[in-house]
């Protein structure tokens, strides 16, 4: 895995799944910053996806994780910056073709959806693959506006 860092962030439905893939990096010797929040109390998914992605647009070799109920909202907003190439998955399969084709650089999970135990199989499989490049190479560069 080349990725040095990773930034995670949730939303007051994705904290509980927050806690359990910040204890598997800890387990795997992952450096990770946590946007927050620090608990399920009420949070705007916005307020966390933002600074993920600004962290991972500005940050070379650091790539994100994003979690809230359905994983829809913070996705949304994550994609609204123009270097972020965000990713919802809730199997393992998405998450490899995600980062094999779409060279997506932040994981998004829909924590009402998905299992703790197949979370961890989606961060795994999304940081072990690389991308391919090659003919994804020209779609990957027509994604952003600018």
């Not at 450096?31 to 600074?51: E, I, T, V």
């Not at 994100?64 to 109920?69: A, E, P």
């Not at 795994?124 to 952003?144: L, P, Q, S, W």
């Amino acid at each position: 895995m080349k990725i040095k860092e990773i930034a995670i962030g949730s939303d007051h439905a994705g904290f509980n799944l927050k806690e359990v893939l910040k204890n598997y990096l800890k387990e795997q010797n992952i450096l990770f910053k946590d946007f927050g929040p620090n608990s399920d109390a009420r949070a705007d998914y916005p307020d966390y996806a933002h600074p993920v992605a600004n962290y991972v647009e500005n940050n070379k070799d650091v790539y994100g994780i994003l979690i809230c109920g359905s994983g829809n909202g913070i996705n949304m907003t994550a994609n609204k910056h123009q270097e972020i190439r965000s990713a919802l998955c809730w199997q393992s399969e998405i998450a490899e073709l995600a980062r094999l084709h779409n060279n997506a650089n932040i994981l998004v999970l829909p924590a009402r959806y998905i299992t703790n135990e197949e979370a961890i199989k989606c961060v795994d499989v999304f940081f072990n693959t690389e991308f391919e490049g090659g003919r994804h190479t020209d779609r990957v560069n027509k994604i952003a506006c600018s």
